[in-house]
């Protein structure tokens, strides 16, 4: 079985940083990709960053100057580095790990982590 864990989320200040990582656990041999996505109340949840195992990016276009995603395939983590925060970036930031092969047999799976809060302060 997989786990992800995100952490990193708080309360901030506009204009502040934050960095959220996800940390993907289990007998995993191969994700195809990694992604944030986040939801705010009362709002549909949608997409913000997904980076490929080959590290390969696609931002939602209104985030890609302020939100940086990375990858270590090694250690099977992602980080979202969030800078020039506003307070519309509140909401729960959930990672998600797309076609994930484990190292027992079996097809691929998907996985989402219970996700982590971030307020932004006006």
């Known amino acids: 079985q997989v786990q992800l864990v995100e952490s990193g989320g708080g309360l901030v200040q506009a204009g502040g940083s934050l960095r959220l990582t996800c940390a993907a656990s289990?007998?995993?041999?191969?994700?195809?990709?990694m992604a944030w996505y986040r939801k705010a109340p009362g709002k549909e949840r949608e997409f913000v960053a997904l980076?490929?195992?080959?590290?390969?990016?696609t931002y939602e276009e209104s985030l890609k100057d302020r939100f940086t995603i990375s990858r270590d395939n090694a250690k099977n983590t992602a980080a979202l580095q969030m800078n020039r925060l506003k307070p519309e970036d509140t909401a729960v930031y959930y990672c998600?790990?797309?076609?994930?092969?484990?190292?027992?047999?079996?097809?691929?799976?998907?996985?989402w982590g219970q996700g982590t809060q971030v307020t932004v302060s006006s």
């Open positions: 998600h790990a797309n076609k994930v092969m484990l190292t027992t047999p079996g097809p691929p799976g998907d996985y």
């Open positions: 289990g007998n995993i041999f191969q994700m195809n990709y």
């Open positions: 980076i490929t195992d080959a590290g390969r990016t």
